[in-house]
């Protein structure tokens, strides 16, 4: 059971903004020493093969100027793993990735991919870096991902949040059960357990209160929220979020 629970803040989508236009404004950089600065406990970057988001140059002044870690969200390329070898993040997190996509829609499926995936971590962890598979909350996929040695998994919460906004009750309690039912076991197997997509003010507090998830990753929302109040403000605000379910959650366990 984890009592702390780590936020990872997401920067692409500062980068977005600024490709939209071209040129160097807004500075993805900036947003991820501001939100160091707001209690990040690490930033998240993906680097896609059409770089629409963050490109290789951003990658390289992340890591040279952001003091806290950087998690490298990457495809399971011969490219990405040339790139991640070189310049040797803190953590890679594997995610699938399909070119027509506008965001990561979906878990990683590492029971098919088993043999190509285990090159990745073997190779990453050879220098040092903690790899995480992006999975649906399925015990198959938890297997599978312990089997090839990956350290960590980060569950695609992205449909519980979903129903959850929708208002659909009874389908926003089956998935969340399904993700309980995950972290409980993804644990009892020596996996690290993380979360992320689709997290929200809204949606955050039931998984934040997950005794044994220990990172949440936030991109999108809090970047969109930054226009109205400010990243700081949206990630202290997500924080004590995370923070109050958290406490809550111990309090009725301890109880």
């Known amino acids: 059971m984890a009592s702390e629970l780590r936020l990872g803040v997401n920067v692409d989508h500062v980068a977005t903004i600024r490709n939209a236009r071209g040129g160097g404004l807004p500075d993805p950089v900036r947003a991820a020493q501001a939100a160091a600065a707001a209690g990040a406990d690490s930033i998240v970057a993906h680097l896609r093969e059409d770089r629409r988001h963050i490109s290789d140059d951003d990658l390289i002044r992340l890591l040279e100027a952001i003091e806290i870690p950087l998690t490298l969200e990457m495809a399971a390329t011969d490219e990405m793993l040339d790139i991640a070898l070189r310049h040797a993040p803190h953590a890679v997190c594997i995610v699938p990735e399909r070119r027509e996509e ?8 590492v029971v098919s991919g088993h043999n190509h995936l285990k090159r990745f971590v073997d190779d990453l962890g050879e220098r040092g870096a903690i790899v995480s598979m992006f999975i649906e909350p399925d015990r198959a996929q938890l297997d599978a991902s312990h089997s090839i040695g990956a350290p960590a998994v980060e569950i695609h919460v992205g449909a519980y949040c979903d129903a959850l906004i929708a208002k659909d009750a009874a389908e926003a309690d089956r998935l969340l059960a399904r993700i309980v039912e995950a972290a409980e076991y993804g644990t009892q197997i020596g996996l690290q357990m ?15 209160a997950i005794p044994q998830i220990e990172e949440l990753n936030i991109g999108h929302f809090l970047i969109g929220e930054a226009i109205f109040g400010g990243l700081d403000s949206s990630i202290k605000r997500m924080r004590a979020l995370m923070e109050q379910a958290r406490a809550d959650a111990l309090g009725e366990a301890i109880a």
């Not at 506008?102 to 499926?109: N, V």
């Not at 979360?195 to 809204?202: L, M, P, Q, V």
């Open 194 to 208: 993380h979360a992320g997509h689709g997290i929200t003010f809204d949606t955050v507090g039931p998984v934040a």
């Open 102 to 109: 506008r965001t990561t829609e979906g878990g990683l499926d």
